[in-house]
């Protein structure tokens, strides 16, 4: 080991193949740092790799790309990164570069292995080194250990072996992230760039792109394992700098959605300001988000962060409940978030909210006020609502204090890579609760592991395609929301990955996979007035006609009273205004809404829709092209 090591490859496994990739943000930072540093690197994206035959071909064997690039670009080290649903073929990838040249040194890191350094090591014994946590500086480090012959103890936060034992070295100082290079202006003999603009589709309205902004979360949620990652520090990098990355990669790829990479951005408002003055100054075409907490009153800095191009700011929530915020350090107020979020959508603003489900010390009865609380949100102006289950990844708190869970397979098909889990694989997993705990989902009065994935996949799609249903159903429910909806699936049968887009493209091709659970969920209460089951299928009614003509599919005839070129105007046996006006402030619904009415769905050219309640007389003057709009309402 004593010559230059120079030649690295950096590896990033198969981990969400899709129509549309970005670049592995991680390995692009380290590859930056070690080109800086004068070595020579190369980076192996295999979720690019796998599709570059197109979107409709079969994914090609990352294996047989692996085997080709080592033999072509023959590397002295290869260094994978891990994240825990792509970490068995991580392994397989460490295991084939010893087996195909046992001179290559083969380095780990990432979220997983990155955690579980001695763990890995003990379960790999082709893997020569990992690296827990932050990794630029330890990898330079065992980069110029290995060139010159030296000793690996006094590299921070290495794990590797000796005189046959494992070890671990201490921690050390974390980077200062303003002394990183440009990571964008990187090569292209190191990555194509390009390749990955041309996966976005033409006519994309977003193209979007991540960008690292910084690092580290102060607070401490017992569930968390980036902010312990990054040993809590909150750091930046110079805003003069993230702002040129913006703009070399809208310059040169087109790229003009920008999500900020750092676990908790706004939590420094001066910061946030500092950026937004560089980005008005900047006058890029772009638009940008980041994550955020629902205390964090941003009502002061909202304005200049919308002049400034911010769409979207990212809330993990996690659950309505006081005595689970509690229990998980958390400690967020549920009006606290209601009002985040309408003051978001007061400035022009959108939100991705975020919850988890099946904590320790939840109940389903709990759990149902965190759906409702979620479906609340989306009628309140949250783009995007999210339900995830509980994950125990290490170095959370939670790891070492839950009890000890079952093997969770449907954890496992959701999170998986590609949509067939190999039985091989099902196996391993299963066999090692240590090192995937993730998918030992802990004891939790919310429901069994296969009743909390079919909670995930349901309220997932069903509050983004029908949130007026489901806020109605969750009022009339109360805390038996979440046991009803059990019971349904028991009758009825729930649903599994494979039936569902889970990139969103295909909400029509969803909402035929939801509606029948659905409507077997309404028919089944049994305790439900009969106005109650008439208000629920006629909002049904109404969102799946919604979804129908924005999929640009036929509209029942019983339902369409007549249409245009671009606009519909259908009959409702509810005052959907009324509904919704009532449901975004917390009022009570009854069966006074039970009225018809009329609904006019628009589509304008620029693909935006809209819709509108109109008196039924106006209905000849709509014929005319002279629509006549009355109360406007977003639904």
């Known amino acids: 080991m004593g010559e230059r090591v120079t030649n690295v490859l950096l590896v990033h496994p198969p981990l969400m193949p899709s129509r549309e990739v970005t670049p592995p943000l991680g390995l692009c930072t380290l590859a930056s740092w070690l080109l800086h540093l004068g070595h020579d690197v190369r980076i192996l994206d295999l979720d690019l790799e796998v599709v570059a035959d197109g979107p409709d071909q079969t994914p090609r064997d990352y294996l047989a790309i692996f085997t080709a690039a080592l033999r072509g670009l023959r590397p002295d080290v290869v260094a994978v990164t891990s994240m825990y649903s792509n970490s068995l073929q991580a392994e397989r990838l460490l295991k084939l570069a010893k087996t195909l040249d046992p001179s290559i040194v083969t380095v780990a890191g990432g979220p997983h292995f990155g955690a579980l350094g001695t763990e890995a090591l003990g379960r790999i014994c082709q893997l020569d080194f990992v690296i ?17 012959g030296d000793p690996v103890r006094g590299i921070p936060r290495l794990c590797y072996r000796a005189a046959g034992t494992i070890h671990r070295n201490a921690g050390g100082d974390l980077l200062d992230l303003s002394v990183l290079p440009p ?115 941003l009502d002061g800095i909202l304005p200049k962060m919308k002049a400034a191009g911010c769409w ?33 959508r ?3 603003i959108s939100a991705t909210c975020s919850f988890i489900i099946g904590f320790p010390a939840e109940s389903a009865r709990q759990l149902s006020g965190t759906i409702a609380l979620g479906a609340r949100l989306k009628l309140l102006g949250a783009e995007t ?14 790891t070492q204090t839950a009890p000890a869970g079952d093997f969770d ?34 004891a939790t009065g919310t429901g069994t592991p296969p009743q909390l994935a079919q ?66 969920w309404i028919g ?40 245009g070129a671009s606009w519909v105007a259908l009959t409702s046996k509810v005052d959907i205004a009324e509904v919704l006006g009532r449901l975004q402030s917390g009022g009570r619904l009854d069966a006074n809404l039970l009225r018809e009415g009329t609904v006019v769905l628009t589509r304008q050219a620029s693909g935006v829709f809209g819709a509108y309640t109109v008196d039924s007389a106006l209905l000849p003057r709509l014929m005319a092209h002279e629509p006549t709009l009355v109360r406007a309402f977003s639904g």
């Open 183 to 297: 990571m964008w202006r990187i090569p292209e003999s190191c990555i194509d760039l390009d390749r990955y603009a041309r996966t976005v589709p033409v006519d994309a309205v977003r193209r979007v792109m991540y960008i690292e902004a910084g690092r580290g979360c102060p607070f401490a949620c017992t569930f968390c394992a980036t902010a312990p990652f990054w040993q809590r520090r909150y750091r930046v990098k110079p805003a003069g700098r993230i702002v040129d990355e913006m703009r070399h990669l809208h310059e040169s790829h087109r790229y003009n959605s920008f999500i900020l990479v750092h676990d908790l951005l706004t939590v420094n408002k001066r910061f946030v300001g500092e950026l937004c003055d560089a980005m008005v100054a900047a006058r890029l075409p772009v638009e940008w988000m980041a994550n955020s907490r629902t205390d964090l009153r």
């Open 409 to 442: 397979l449907d954890a496992l098909r959701i999170e998986y890579p590609f949509t067939d889990v190999p039985a091989a694989d099902i196996a391993a997993v299963a066999q090692d609760p240590q090192f995937f705990s993730g998918y030992f989902t802990p």
């Open 524 to 563: 089944g209460q049994r305790t439900f007035a009969d106005w109650q089951s008439h208000v629920l299928r006629a909002l049904l009614d109404y969102e799946s006609c919604r979804l129908s003509f924005v999929k640009g599919e036929a509209i029942p005839r019983e339902s369409a009273l007549t249409r």
């Open 455 to 520: 909670v995930e996949m349901f309220f997932h799609h069903a509050v983004a395609l029908a949130p007026l249903t489901i806020n109605a159903f969750a009022q009339f429910c109360g805390e038996e929301l979440v046991p009803s909806f059990y019971d349904t699936v028991v009758d009825h049968g729930g649903i599994a990955r494979e039936q569902l887009d889970w990139e969103g493209g295909d909400l029509h091709g969803n909402w035929l996979v939801l509606r029948p659970l659905l409507e077997a």
């Open 385 to 398: 609502v999210q339900f995830h289950r509980l994950r125990l990844f290490p170095p959370s708190r939670l």
């Open 346 to 348: 007061d400035h022009g």
């Open 312 to 344: 979207k700011l990212f809330f993990g929530i996690e659950s309505a409940n006081e005595s689970v915020q509690h229990a998980i350090d958390k400690h967020l107020d549920v009006g606290a978030a209601t009002a985040a979020i309408e003051d978001l």
């Open 132 to 148: 827990e946590g932050e990794g630029e500086l330890a990898f330079a480090e065992l980069l110029d250990a290995l060139d010159h």
